[in-house]
């Protein structure tokens, strides 16, 4: 399948979007199986979009910006991986280690963007002690239109103006080197998926984990969707749990409070 000029356009328009909502954390729509979604829907095919976003998603699943320290961009990965799906005919777990080296890529221009833009932050200081709104608002404009901008051109340029030489490369890989990455991109949402647990899991919602890989595994389903209920509803029943052990908790007598309960 072949991108025309306009959808082209699209995507890039896409990508500053993403990229500015990636960069201010604001609305999390820069999330793979939000970003999937919307690259199928402009391709035409929102089938490559919801699969290549479910599998992109359980790979990025665990790894979050903390501070200074950028994982592989979700963005470039979202879009490159529908993409790659799309103009190649491969398979979403192949097209999903076909996309690594585009998100790794944005990952270093964001890094050092972090790196040069701290020349502007002596100027912001000096601007926040003087009460200078004005100067601040025209930085933060300024850097977050380089930066989103980047996102426009890096993604118009991966995505439509060399999606020829992308698909001749697909194309001419031999067929253990294809299968290799088919295998890499089947194991990366379970590695995303397991850095999730690392960081969340704890020792009481074991039962829960338990419970769900016995359902998606043991019981024949034709989609996930009824696990996806379960989840949701033993969510639920944890979340109203706790809150009401939190209101029959004894209240803890504290120097200057007077509570006639406590320990």
């Known amino acids: 399948m072949q991108i025309t000029l306009v959808q082209g356009i699209a995507l890039a328009i896409l990508a500053i979007i993403l990229g500015i909502d990636f960069w201010l954390e604001a609305l ?3 999330r793979p199986i939000i ?33 200074g320290t950028q994982p592989p961009n979700p963005v470039l990965a979202g879009i490159m991986t529908t993409v790659i799906a799309f103009t190649t005919g491969s398979d979403a ?8 080296p585009f998100s790794i890529l944005m990952q270093y221009i964001i890094l050092f963007f972090y790196s040069t833009f701290s020349f502007f932050m002596g100027k912001a200081d000096k ?10 608002v ?3 404009i300024l850097l977050t239109a380089i930066v989103a901008v980047t996102y426009g051109v890096v993604v118009f340029l991966s995505a439509y103006v060399a999606q020829d030489a992308m698909k001749a ?5 031999p067929a253990w080197l294809t299968h290799g990455f088919e295998i890499a991109g089947g194991i990366l949402p379970a590695v995303g998926f397991g850095m999730l647990l690392k960081v969340m899991l704890k020792a009481q919602y074991v039962p829960y984990l338990i419970v769900g890989f016995f359902i998606a595994s043991f019981i024949p389903i034709a989609n996930l969707l009824p696990v996806a209920v379960i989840g949701a509803a033993l969510a639920l029943y944890e979340y109203y749990r706790s809150k009401d052990q939190t209101k029959t908790a004894p209240k803890v007598a504290v120097e200057g409070d007077d509570f006639s309960e406590g320990i």
Do not use: H, R, W, Y
């Open 169 to 173: 490369l697909v194309e001419s890989m």
């Open 127 to 136: 601007a926040a002690e003087e009460t200078d709104i004005k100067t601040i």
């Open 93 to 100: 777990k192949t097209a999903i280690g076909l996309a690594l």
């Open 28 to 30: 999390f729509i820069f």
């Open 35 to 67: 970003v999937c979604t919307l690259t199928g829907i402009i391709l035409g095919d929102v089938q490559i979009g919801l699969i290549a976003g479910g599998l992109t998603e359980l790979a990025f699943a665990g790894l979050t910006p903390a501070g």
């Open 138 to 140: 025209k930085i933060n």
